[in-house]
């Protein structure tokens, strides 16, 4: 190295730790032979899945899964099994019992109201909704409390008495509808299962939610402070309820065999029932 800084460059190659520079004949140049790759023409389908495509089986709605056999996948099919009895406790195995518009629920209450169509069943059997039947529940239960209250409450000033408000009266109401509304589709359920005439558990879930609705107008009108006119209102909406429910179950009553009258019976007892326990506790006032 230079004093300068700079570098020199060694003249000798034989020079003490110089690398020489490698001789000897150029390298041959290699050549690839052209292949014949076979090219495939672009799909018809462009930014979208093609039709070939299908989603795994693990993105099924159902509540309950196949398991593998074998012994080699024991293992794995305890794990789908387990997977798929822990689905129907989360919030997506109901999540389609939800899907509906404002127009489908108004749609099924109307038809609600007409009893003798019987067309209701026919019109849900693909999409039977949980959303309908549990607002018509809940709007029922507070209409029912808030009225009754009302009555009372002008019952006690016309006469002059001291009124005291009754908060059993939601606590009653929501035990009763919503009770009613749960267990006796169940026990239909059960019913039509043992007679060969299996309906849907959710489709009948669904046919008693719609048919509670003709008892929220039946309690705004028991506003009328006449006796005979309240009972005649719960008679009639009970009446039109049962009929509702009848006439939408008819091809499972009827082969249902020769006992398809008790069914009848037994839809139309215990809706006329609930009528009266709505006009009983509810619209019976006492000063």
Request: aromatic residues 16%; neutral net charge; hydrophobic residues 45%.
């Amino acid at each position: 190295m230079m004093p300068g800084g700079g570098y020199t460059a060694l003249d000798d190659p034989k020079a003490s730790g110089s690398v020489p520079a490698a001789a000897g004949p150029d390298p041959p140049t290699i050549k690839f032979a052209d292949s014949n790759l076979q090219t495939f023409p672009p799909s018809e389908a462009k930014g979208k899945i093609s039709g070939a495509y299908r989603p795994p089986t693990d993105a099924d709605d159902s509540f309950s899964s196949k398991s593998a056999g074998g012994r080699g996948g024991g293992a794995g099919s305890d794990d789908a099994g387990q997977g798929g009895w822990f689905r129907m406790f989360s919030v997506a195995a109901y999540k389609r019992y939800f899907d509906v518009d404002t127009s489908d629920v108004v749609e099924r209450i109307w038809e609600s109201v007409f009893p003798f169509r019987g067309t209701f069943t026919e019109k849900t059997s693909e999409h039977p909704d949980l959303y309908g039947p549990f607002w018509t529940c809940t709007t029922l239960i507070f209409v029912a409390a808030s009225i009754a209250t009302f009555v009372t409450y002008l019952s006690h000033k016309w006469h002059k008495k001291e009124w005291n408000y009754d908060i059993n009266l939601v606590t009653w109401s929501a035990g009763l509808f919503y009770g009613y509304v749960t267990f006796v589709p169940l026990g239909l359920y059960v019913i039509l299962k043992y007679f060969s005439a299996p309906a849907g558990l959710v489709q009948l879930w669904c046919l008693y939610g719609y048919s509670l609705f003709i008892f929220i107008p039946a309690s705004l009108l028991s506003i009328v402070p006449i006796e005979i006119f309240r009972w005649v209102i719960a008679g009639v909406a009970g009446f039109m309820s049962a009929t509702f429910v009848a006439m939408n179950l008819r091809a499972h009553i009827v082969n249902s065999g020769e006992r398809w009258f008790l069914i009848v019976a037994g839809i139309f007892l215990l809706q006329l029932g609930l009528a009266v326990l709505l006009k009983l506790y509810f619209f019976t006032i006492t000063v």
